[in-house]
């Protein structure tokens, strides 16, 4: 009676760790699939946001464009609160953007930069400031 009571025990132990290791496993596998959606969702909503704040961008030149300047300013501000929120929003790497680092201008040769003028501007550009009359005793 003894030796089946703990053939019994044993048996009841034994089925609980194995189940109990089943479960362990599918729920390893569970939190890795969770952790991959979540990584997803959180690319996509950021991919929406930046979508939104091009949208806005978008906006704000076409008033601008069309000189309808007081919408342009809405627009704008819109722009700028939903730059913040981006800028404030924790950072995904592969989702970094123009929008969120801050604008440094590229040094550029005169050459270069005469290039990309627009034609109006080009014929000032040619102005050198050795070539102004420095004094009216030089005249």
Not at 40 to 52: D, G, M, R, T, V
Not at 78 to 83: P, V
Not at 121 to 128: D, G, I, P
């Amino acid at each position: 009676m003894r030796r089946k009571l703990v053939i019994w025990s044993l048996l009841l132990i034994g089925g609980f760790v194995a189940g109990f290791i089943l479960q362990y496993a599918r729920l390893q596998h569970i939190e890795v699939e969770l952790s991959a959606a979540s990584k997803q969702l959180a690319s996509c909503q950021s991919s929406e946001q930046l979508s939104q704040l091009r949208d806005t961008a978008t906006r704000m030149y076409l008033e601008a464009a069309q000189k309808n300047y007081g919408l342009a300013g809405e627009y704008a501000k819109e722009f700028l609160i939903k730059r913040s929120e981006l800028s404030t929003a924790p950072m995904i790497a592969q989702c970094a953007t123009y929008f969120v680092i801050p604008w440094t201008p590229a040094i550029r040769s005169r050459a270069i930069s005469r290039r990309e003028m627009p034609p109006q501007y080009q014929k000032y550009a040619r102005l050198s400031p050795t070539s102004r009359i420095r004094s009216v005793e030089n005249c």
